[in-house]
């Protein structure tokens, strides 16, 4: 084999964040073809990344519509991914996480008969509606996947006790480091513009979104209700929530916390926006998984809007805190980071588990490895 074909396939913005540095790593090795398909699961948040990260996609498959649901979702990819598939013929498909993106990208590889790569794998809950539905897709891409790429020790031990192959697992960090050192600068000025009337140097800072399925109703009312506590309770205290573009969230979210000048809720921001956006705040209050990892990157302590994670190397090192989606529960986390400057920071200087920003790189050795391009086995992030 002179070169490996490897066909990266995405379709929303946090994947693009995390396969962007891989892209980049792909293309700059000679013994690899790299292509690019995306989904475009979402549409207009995945275009602000393609953008800002001069990613051109080599096929768009565009299947984002109005009100989508899963199963849209699903079969559009699923049907279009096969296709291109068979025009490219490559020797590997890479797909990133859990998303439904990569759900579809998982059985098309396997019902074309091609490898799979799995870029984080092994992230558990081992709830299957907590994270939803992302928690069954990431099982079923374990299921299908080739090669694991794992970025903790603890990923890893979470493939090994659902009988994964070992020799199919690397472990290699994550790559939503990778790109970060170079995006966050101290003289970066925002592109959305209420970012920069945003006084940072003179108030608290809250930098938070909330947007998970499994919190819409009750749970992100929960939410909504302890942060207006936090705003109203403490004076130098200003939050600032790019609200996601879904109904079930914006309907909640400007209805409780509209019209509060020490709230600024604003539409979906980039993602250089957002990674200064929260280097410069006090802290970050969030439902992402993707924030749990780059937040401890830059030093800022993590107050986690779920009931459960799949991140637990956050939580064991201490730069996140699991806070839940009871109102009560969010308020106190949120005020004892507020109050106790030895907790936070205990949690600001806590050691980020999550990667050196070298992910990208262990990953493409361990795809010339699997190759039989290069005989030694790369050596596992730790």
């Known amino acids: 084999m002179d070169k490996i074909r490897i066909l990266s396939i995405f379709g929303t913005r946090p994947e693009a964040t995390k396969m962007a540095s891989l892209v980049k790593t792909l293309e700059a090795c000679s013994s690899v073809d790299s292509m690019v398909c995306v989904t475009a699961q979402h549409r207009h948040m995945l275009d602000q990344v393609l953008t ?99 970025p903790t020790a603890g990923a890893k031990v979470n493939l090994l006790a659902e009988n994964v192959n070992e020799d199919s697992i690397y472990v290699t960090g994550n790559t939503a480091i990778d790109l970060i050192s170079g995006i966050v600068r101290a003289d970066y000025v925002f592109k959305e513009p209420r970012l920069s009337d945003i006084n940072f140097a003179g108030k608290r800072v809250i930098a938070m979104t909330a947007h998970r399925r499994e919190n819409y109703g009750l749970p992100l009312e929960n939410i909504c209700k302890a942060v207006k506590r936090l705003v109203e309770d403490f004076d130098d205290v200003h939050v600032v929530y790019p609200v996601h573009l879904s109904p079930a969230v914006r309907n909640v979210v400007f209805d409780m916390l509209g019209n509060n000048d020490k709230i600024s809720l604003i539409d979906p921001i980039d993602w250089e926006d957002a990674l200064n956006m929260m280097a410069r705040s006090y802290m970050i209050m969030t439902d992402s998984g993707g924030l749990q990892e780059e937040a401890p990157h830059l030093n800022r302590p993590v107050i986690v809007l779920r009931d459960v994670t799949e991140r637990p190397e956050g939580l064991a090192t201490g730069c996140l805190a699991l806070a839940g989606t009871e109102e009560a529960a969010i308020y106190d986390f949120g005020a004892k980071l507020l109050t106790d400057p030895a907790l936070y920071a205990k949690m600001a200087a806590a050691r980020n588990p999550f990667g050196d920003g070298q992910a990208s790189s262990r990953i ?4 010339l490895h699997h190759f039989g391009h290069t005989r030694d086995r790369p050596i596992d992030f730790a």
């Open 52 to 150: 800002t990260l001069n990613i051109t996609p080599d096929y768009d498959l565009d299947i984002m519509v109005q009100n989508q649901d899963l199963a849209h979702i699903t079969t559009a990819a699923l049907n279009g991914l096969l296709g291109v598939i068979k025009e490219t013929a490559p020797h590997l498909i890479l797909a990133h996480g859990d998303t439904t993106t990569t759900l579809a990208a998982g059985l098309a590889a396997y019902y074309a008969g091609v490898k799979l790569g799995h870029v984080e794998a092994g992230l558990r809950t081992y709830d299957k509606f907590a994270p939803y539905p992302e928690e069954v897709n990431r099982r079923i891409a374990a299921v299908l996947a080739d090669i694991n790429f794992a």
């Open 364 to 367: 493409l050795a361990a795809i």
